[in-house]
């Protein structure tokens, strides 16, 4: 909490007002540049067949839009400057409360943004005017038919809890937890825009969500430490932490690159008026780049805070440039496509073969990378680890790239690639992901290899990464949602809510839905398992029965998922798979059948190894706890054995005395 703050005098102080100069400086310049886009918007042609929003409705999307951007990164970067750039325990006068006012401001221009956003940005994309989504029916009508509205629905939402947060001045947990939601409210915002259409628009949209991670993370760090510094906390421990984000800047630019490659289609930025944002966000990023080297080579504090400065200005721009290129028609939307490249990106005419199956396919550029990452982290972790004295199990590094192994062949292989296509290879892929990948990585224990990975921190300084795990497992919300009930509860019942409703058929439309998707039930998969089969290492633990109940609860309902699967007079998803009308799946009530055969299969063999792993933790736990006993009894005695031998010494003696009798009469 904000009151438990240790407070001292603060010995650096930063030029406030030059500081904010150049970020109001920045920011006029920002709606300078949205009115150029709107000339430029005005005078565009409209496209064939589709219908164009007047001048009103355009303005009010792309200031709209402009506005929302910049406020959400400004409270991320409060909320990380609050979480990850203040000391723990010895910080200056009042810092926290201010971050937590500063926070307020930009949370509520977010809010009123984002609010207005869920009218005009549906508007625009239909090409009608504005006003007619004012009234509670439209709004909805309009809200639900745009994923681009109901992003921005989804962004007013972590708005409102961040503004919840910094009102009740909520402790570092909370406020990790208002980050994480808005961080992930800004990548559905840019994946639900024009990067969702066409040829590629699978890698594109993977691009997207990796440099909309990336620059969450880079510009939460910029004003984080700027922010903490003009709170009063010197800034080299921040400027070091910030200083470690810049391998971002690789992802950042690349993602960009590939989502500016998808959308101009082979046409020249020089010849369209979309390829203007591109130009210029392509700039504002080799700028970052240039800062960055900038920075490693200079050491002066203050010249250092310059380059974080110029960062933050460079982002503005960027971020003004994806604005506008969201409001500008790209070449993309004037290239045919077919119903399979609308869906998925690409088409799926073979039909599957054992060796087009099990070759190589079309690879998942976000899966992919989720792999090299972890791999890379852990890694990380285990050399440092051993540089503080914790040799890690080999078994554990085993299950890792066994797990997360399983993922890279599945992302680029042909398997990913045939189930978004048919709902059988689908199931496969999806109970793998859902139950044997992270039951493979919880047996790594990667939680307990971050905690050993992570030093002790004095008062004095940022909180590392098992601090920050742990502030994040303190917020009210997170612990209800990490609660057992409530982990049982989401990995048994999700099954059902997705693929007997709806939101199955909607979510498979959209590549990034499909991608959300799974990317859930490996999140429930891993926080189940995690439950369960924790190692030791870990607080918390649940008694092993209330582990094997757990596990051998679930067993029942994944069977009954099967079965309705198997037993549906329907077809799930028909709505999707009957649009894509693959040749090569007939019958999709057949097709579907077989899903339900896999699901059963792929089901029990994970809670088979799950059954087993779980009893031998509970044998060698029992087994230690023994060899514990005997060895405290052997050093101090075993008070409960005395007891029951002085028990069993007066029984006999009461059985030896020659009154025994007397004394029963």
Known sequence: MISDLQTRPARYAPPTRAWVATVALCLALALAQTAAYTAVLAGLPALPGRPTADLATGVASLVGGLVGRLASAAALGLLAAFVAFMPRGDAPVDAGAALMRWTVRAGQWWLVAAVLMTFASPTFVAGVPIGLAFGPAAWWTFVASTPTALAWLASAASALLTLVVAYRGGGRGAAAAAWLAGAGA???????????????????????????????????????????????????????????????????????????????????????????????????????????????????????LVTVLLDVALLIVAVTSLNAAEHLPPPRFSVPQSIQINYLGYEVIDPPTAARVAGLGRPNLLWVTIVVTGLALYAIGVLRARRLGTRWPVGRIAFVVAGLGLTGYLAVSGLWEYSTAAFSWHMLVHMTINMLIPLLCVLGAPIALLRAASRPRAADELAGPAHLLDDLAS????????????????????????????????????????????????????????????????????????????????????????????????????QFYGTLAMPWVPDLLADQNIAGQITWFTGEVPAFIAVVMLAAQWFRSDSRAAAAADRRAEVEGDDELSAYNDMLAELAARDASPHRWRDVD
């Open 475 to 574: 917020a009210p919300l997170v612990r209800v949602l990490t609660s057992a009930p409530a982990v049982w509860a989401l990995y048994v019942f999700s099954l059902f809510l997705v693929y007997f409703s709806p939101l199955f058929p909607w979510l498979m439309r959209y590549h990034w839905g499909h991608q959300a998707m799974l990317l859930y039930f490996m999140g429930t998969g891993f926080a189940f398992f995690n439950m369960l089969l924790s190692p030791a290492e870990h607080g918390g633990r649940l008694p092993y029965v209330l582990r094997f109940a757990l596990l051998i609860s679930v067993m029942p309902f994944h069977a009954m998922f099967a079965v309705g699967i198997m037993m549906s007079a329907g077809v799930i998803g028909e």
């Open 186 to 304: 800004t990548v559905f915002v840019a994946v639900t825009g024009n990067v969702s259409v066409g040829l590629d628009h699978d890698w594109a949209t993977d691009a997207m969500s990796l440099a909309s991670i990336a620059g969450a993370l880079v510009g939460s760090a910029a004003i984080g430490v700027l922010a903490a510094t003009l709170a009063g906390v010197e800034p080299d421990a921040g400027l070091a932490r910030y200083r470690r984000t810049g391998g971002l800047l690789a992802v950042l630019v690349v993602g960009y690159l590939v989502v500016a490659w998808q959308q101009l289609a082979g046409t020249s930025p020089f010849d369209v008026a979309f390829g203007l944002p591109v130009l210029i966000g392509v700039g504002s990023l080799a700028a970052l780049v240039v800062s960055a080297v900038v920075r490693a080579v200079v050491r002066p504090v203050r010249l250092r």
